[in-house]
């Protein structure tokens, strides 16, 4: 079973949530830092307003605070753009015969937005949420969570994903790991090499040539 990572990694989408941090933050005079950025970066959204809660010191209650999120985000995800070599990937995998399914910690409504804008949720057997599951990936628990969701055993999954946390978490699970490039958290690249299984900047390099084309090189 492969089990695909949604932002960063299936799609080129967490510039949504960094420009959305960024405005929140400036409406209240606050500055967008690194500690800010690894208390809320790929974590589901409860936990996230309450991180930030505690981290700003701010009066808002969390079920504001994640409203106010909802509402900066708006229709971006309706924009989001696959990332190179994912479509293709997608189906070559489909010829396989191969099972897939997502896994995310995006909100569902964002979700189902971009997968149907993209054309992509019939690739996929299921879609997990960590958000309805309550954890967090880097947490091995919502690995094994997700693998039981779709049917398989943890350690015949294969996870695709951009954040070294949740290939962590994931591995922690029994899982094999394939890291993938995001511009938006490139400084964790060289931790990702030296963590992963297998870490591409590209789904591209996981393309197979056909017949013809490899006789002829």
């Keep these: ?3 695909f990572d949604m932002d960063g990694t299936l799609m080129d989408s967490n510039g949504v949530w960094k420009k959305v941090d ?3 933050l400036d409406r209240r ?4 830092t690194h500690a800010y950025y690894e208390g809320v970066a790929h974590t589901i959204l409860p ?4 991180f930030t809660k505690e ?3 701010l009066k808002e209650s969390c079920e504001e605070i994640m409203a106010e999120w909802m509402e900066l985000a708006k229709d971006a995800y309706a924009h989001v753009a696959v990332k190179p070599g994912v479509r293709a990937y997608l189906k070559q995998c489909q010829r396989e015969g ?3 399914a997502v896994v995310t910690s995006s909100v569902p409504e964002h979700c189902h ?4 804008q993209l054309d992509l949720e019939k690739y996929f057997e299921q879609i997990v949420f960590a958000h309805d599951l309550g954890i967090e990936k880097k947490d091995p628990d919502l690995w094994r969570a997700a693998a039981k969701a779709v049917g398989a055993e943890p350690e015949d999954c294969t996870v695709f994903d951009d954040s070294l946390s949740a290939c962590k978490g994931a591995r922690g699970a029994r899982m094999r790991v394939v890291g993938v490039y995001d511009r938006y958290f490139e400084q964790d690249e060289k931790a990702m090499r030296a963590f992963c299984d297998v870490y591409i900047r590209s789904f591209e390099e996981l393309l197979w040539l056909p017949e013809d084309k490899k006789k002829s090189k």
């Design 1 to 3: 079973m492969y089990l």
């Design 22 to 24: 960024r405005e929140f």
């Design 29 to 32: 005079g606050l500055a967008y």
């Design 47 to 50: 936990l996230a307003a309450k």
């Design 55 to 57: 981290f700003c010191h």
């Design 98 to 100: 191969r099972r897939m």
């Design 113 to 116: 937005t971009a997968m149907e």
